[in-house]
C-alpha cells in the first residue's frame, strides 16, 4: 500500500509525534509498504521532485528525530515554516494524503488527535487510522470524558471544571480543595498538569495553565500506583505499571520519553482480578465514546487498593518507548506486527 504517516503538527506533544512517526514509517517500509513520513505543519516544503514520485523516495523521508526534556517551542516551529500560512496543514500534506490507500495518523495532542483532522480526512474522502472525528474529539476533552465515565459507571476521581482568568485565581486559590490534580483540558504527555499540595503551589499551577487557555478540569489528587492498559481491536491488552525515578512527583514528560527517569513494568504486577477489572474498564470507556480500533487508558490504584479510571488516550505513543508498543509486545506482536494491526482495524471499517 501507498501509505503517508502523518506526524509533528503543531502542538506541545510534536516532538512525540515525530520519533512516533519515524517509528511507523519504518516499520511500515519493513513490511513491504510505500510509506513516506510528512511533518503535516511543516509539509513538503523542502520537497523538489513531482508529488506523483514520493512514494517511491528510497528512505520514505524518515528522520533523526529524537525527544528531548523539554516542549519544543511552537513558535520557532511556525516561524520557520516559510509560506506563513495560518493553515494547520503545511504544502503539499493534503494532496499527497489524498493520493494515498490510507493516512496513519502518528499525530499527539491537541494539534490531530482532537477530531479536527478526521473531521477533515472525512470530507475529502481520505481513509485514515485510529478514531473517527466525533469521539476523537470527546476523549481529547477531560471535562466530556469525566461525564462519558460517569454516565458508564467507571470509577473516577471526584473533580471540577473551570473556566478562569488572572484576576480570578486568588480566590480560587482560598476555595479549591487540597491535595488536588489540575489538568488542562485538552493537554496529553503530562503537559498541562500539575500537582499541588499547597496553595502557593495551587497559586502557580493556576498562573501557569492560563498558558494553557485557563480551561481546567481540578480532581482530587490520591496516592498509588500508576497504571495503563491498551485496546486494541475487541481486546485489552495486559497492564503497565509506570514507577518514575526516586524523587520525581509524578510520571511526567521527563519520565515518559527520557531514558532511565522511569521504570516500566509490562505485565504490571497486579493480581489476575486487577488486571481484568482495569481491562473491562478500558474497553467499556473505548466503547463508550465510540472509538476505533484502539486506545489506551491510564488509571491509578490507590493506597487503599481502589481502580480510579483518569484518562484516555486515543492516539497512544508510538515511540520505540511507549507504552503501547510494550503491551503488544507482551502478546506476542511485534512493533511491525502493531502497525500492520491497527492499519488492518482502521481500515475494516
Avoid at 476523537?136 to 476533552?141: D, F, H, R, V
Avoid at 475487541?234 to 531514558?259: C, H, N, R, S, T
Wanted: hydrophobic content about 40%; some cysteine.
Amino acid at each position: 500500500m501507498d501509505i503517508i504517516v502523518l506526524a509533528g503538527g503543531l502542538s506541545p506533544e510534536r516532538q512525540v509525534s515525530l520519533v512516533s512517526g519515524q517509528g511507523i514509517c519504518r516499520a511500515l517500509r519493513s513490511l513491504g509498504h510505500r510509506a513516506v513520513l510528512v511533518d503535516m505543519f511543516l509539509g513538503l516544503e523542502s520537497w523538489e521532485g513531482d508529488l506523483k514520485n514520493i512514494f517511491d523516495v528510497p528512505d520514505g523521508l524518515c528522520t533523526q528525530e529524537e525527544i528531548r526534556a523539554e516542549a519544543p517551542d511552537l513558535a520557532a516551529v511556525r516561524a520557520s515554516r516559510r509560506d506563513r500560512s495560518k493553515s494547520l496543514f503545511g504544502p503539499g500534506v493534503l494532496e499527497v494524503c489524498r493520493m494515498a490507500d490510507a493516512v496513519f495518523l502518528g499525530l499527539h495532542g491537541e494539534c490531530g488527535e482532537d477530531g479536527r483532522v478526521q473531521a477533515a480526512f472525512d470530507l475529502l474522502g481520505i481513509p485514515y487510522t485510529g478514531s473517527g472525528h466525533l469521539g476523537s474529539g470527546m476523549a481529547m476533552n477531560k471535562a466530556v470524558t469525566k461525564q462519558v465515565m460517569e454516565r458508564a459507571g467507571i470509577p473516577t476521581l471526584p473533580w471540577r471544571e473551570l473556566v478562569y482568568r488572572a484576576e480570578d485565581i486568588p480566590r480560587l486559590t482560598e476555595e479549591l480543595p487540597l491535595p488536588a490534580a489540575v489538568k488542562s483540558i485538552n493537554g496529553g504527555s503530562s503537559l498541562g498538569l500539575a500537582l499541588p499540595d499547597t496553595r502557593e503551589e495551587l497559586r502557580r499551577a493556576l498562573t501557569e495553565m492560563l498558558d494553557y487557555g485557563g480551561r481546567v478540569i481540578v480532581e482530587r489528587k490520591v496516592r498509588g500506583r500508576n497504571l495503563t492498559v491498551g485496546v486494541l481491536g475487541d481486546a485489552y491488552l495486559p497492564a503497565v505499571e509506570m514507577i518514575p525515578q526516586e524523587g520525581a512527583a509524578y510520571f511526567d514528560y521527563a519520565a515518559k520519553y527520557q531514558a532511565g527517569q522511569s521504570v516500566e513494568i509490562c505485565p504490571a504486577p497486579i493480581t489476575p482480578e486487577q488486571q481484568k477489572t482495569i481491562g473491562e474498564l478500558a474497553l467499556k470507556l473505548h466503547r463508550a465514546l465510540g472509538l476505533r480500533a484502539y486506545s489506551r487508558t491510564d488509571f491509578m490504584l490507590d493506597e487503599e487498593g481502589r481502580i480510579w479510571c483518569l484518562e484516555i488516550n486515543t492516539l497512544p505513543g508510538m515511540t520505540p518507548g511507549s507504552l503501547l508498543p510494550k503491551e503488544a509486545g507482551a502478546v506476542g506482536l511485534s512493533y511491525p506486527e502493531l502497525c500492520q494491526r491497527i492499519l488492518d482495524l482502521s481500515l475494516s471499517d
